[in-house]
Protein backbone atom coordinates (compact mmCIF):
# COMPACT_ATOMS: atom_id res chain seq x y z
CA UNK A 1 0.00 0.00 0.00
CA UNK A 2 1.09 3.53 -0.83
CA UNK A 3 2.05 5.92 1.96
CA UNK A 4 -0.75 8.50 2.71
CA UNK A 5 -3.76 5.84 1.66
CA UNK A 6 -5.64 3.59 3.52
CA UNK A 7 -7.33 0.70 3.17
CA UNK A 8 -10.89 0.31 2.31
CA UNK A 9 -13.72 -1.64 4.11
CA UNK A 10 -16.58 -3.56 2.51
CA UNK A 11 -18.74 -0.97 4.27
CA UNK A 12 -21.81 -0.22 1.96
CA UNK A 13 -21.27 3.58 0.56
CA UNK A 14 -23.01 6.39 1.36
CA UNK A 15 -26.62 6.84 -0.03
CA UNK A 16 -27.16 9.78 -2.34
CA UNK A 17 -25.26 11.45 -5.36
CA UNK A 18 -23.60 15.16 -5.20
CA UNK A 19 -26.88 16.35 -6.99
CA UNK A 20 -29.73 14.99 -4.37
CA UNK A 21 -27.63 16.40 -1.72
CA UNK A 22 -27.37 19.40 -3.69
CA UNK A 23 -31.15 19.41 -3.49
CA UNK A 24 -30.79 18.53 0.53
CA UNK A 25 -28.63 21.67 0.93
CA UNK A 26 -30.68 23.88 -0.46
CA UNK A 27 -33.57 22.94 1.67
CA UNK A 28 -31.72 23.14 4.50
CA UNK A 29 -30.88 26.83 3.78
CA UNK A 30 -34.51 27.57 3.73
CA UNK A 31 -34.41 26.40 7.09
CA UNK A 32 -31.70 27.93 8.47
CA UNK A 33 -33.71 31.07 9.96
CA UNK A 34 -34.82 31.72 13.14
CA UNK A 35 -38.69 32.72 12.52
CA UNK A 36 -38.65 29.07 9.88
CA UNK A 37 -37.60 27.10 12.95
CA UNK A 38 -39.58 28.66 15.30
CA UNK A 39 -43.21 27.45 12.81
CA UNK A 40 -41.36 23.75 12.67
CA UNK A 41 -41.05 24.07 16.30
CA UNK A 42 -44.78 25.12 16.67
CA UNK A 43 -45.96 22.76 13.69
CA UNK A 44 -44.75 20.05 15.20
CA UNK A 45 -47.01 20.48 18.00
CA UNK A 46 -50.10 20.74 15.75
CA UNK A 47 -51.63 23.27 13.23
CA UNK A 48 -51.60 26.98 13.81
CA UNK A 49 -53.11 29.54 10.65
CA UNK A 50 -50.90 32.02 9.29
CA UNK A 51 -51.94 34.75 11.77
CA UNK A 52 -51.00 32.49 15.01
CA UNK A 53 -47.87 31.78 13.69
CA UNK A 54 -47.39 35.61 12.87
CA UNK A 55 -48.02 36.45 16.47
CA UNK A 56 -45.86 33.80 17.96
CA UNK A 57 -42.95 34.50 15.49
CA UNK A 58 -43.81 38.49 16.19
CA UNK A 59 -43.60 38.97 12.63
CA UNK A 60 -46.03 40.72 10.33
CA UNK A 61 -48.64 38.20 9.12
CA UNK A 62 -47.54 38.69 5.40
CA UNK A 63 -44.08 38.02 6.54
CA UNK A 64 -45.09 34.85 8.05
CA UNK A 65 -46.88 34.00 4.64
CA UNK A 66 -43.47 34.12 2.73
CA UNK A 67 -41.36 32.02 4.92
CA UNK A 68 -44.57 29.73 5.13
CA UNK A 69 -44.27 29.79 1.22
CA UNK A 70 -40.44 29.04 1.15
CA UNK A 71 -41.02 26.04 3.74
CA UNK A 72 -43.76 24.77 1.36
CA UNK A 73 -42.13 24.99 -1.60
CA UNK A 74 -39.83 22.43 0.40
CA UNK A 75 -41.93 19.97 1.25
CA UNK A 76 -42.01 20.51 4.88
CA UNK A 77 -45.54 21.90 5.34
CA UNK A 78 -49.10 21.42 3.66
CA UNK A 79 -52.01 23.58 3.91
CA UNK A 80 -55.95 22.99 4.41
CA UNK A 81 -58.53 25.20 3.93
CA UNK A 82 -61.13 25.42 6.53
CA UNK A 83 -63.84 28.29 5.55
CA UNK A 84 -61.91 31.22 5.69
CA UNK A 85 -59.18 30.19 7.41
CA UNK A 86 -56.16 28.40 6.28
CA UNK A 87 -54.46 25.77 8.95
CA UNK A 88 -50.56 24.83 7.92
CA UNK A 89 -49.43 21.52 9.55
CA UNK A 90 -45.91 19.69 8.75
CA UNK A 91 -45.68 16.89 5.89
CA UNK A 92 -42.16 16.06 6.13
CA UNK A 93 -42.10 13.64 8.59
CA UNK A 94 -38.45 13.69 9.42
CA UNK A 95 -38.32 17.25 10.37
CA UNK A 96 -39.09 16.53 14.25
CA UNK A 97 -35.43 14.21 14.56
CA UNK A 98 -34.24 17.14 13.02
CA UNK A 99 -35.77 19.48 14.93
CA UNK A 100 -34.90 17.84 18.39
CA UNK A 101 -31.01 17.61 16.85
CA UNK A 102 -31.22 21.56 16.45
CA UNK A 103 -32.88 22.05 20.19
CA UNK A 104 -30.37 19.04 21.56
CA UNK A 105 -27.22 21.00 20.42
CA UNK A 106 -28.36 24.64 20.71
CA UNK A 107 -31.53 24.85 23.51
CA UNK A 108 -29.84 23.13 25.85
Known amino acids: MKK ?19 DAAECLKTLAHPV ?7 LLHGRYTVGELAADCE ?4 VASEHLR ?4 CGFFTSEREGRRVF ?21
Open 4 to 22: GTTKTTAAAKPKGSVRELG
Open 36 to 42: RLRMVQL
Open 59 to 62: VPDN
Open 70 to 73: LLQR
Open 88 to 108: YQVAEPHLEKLMACIEGRFLS
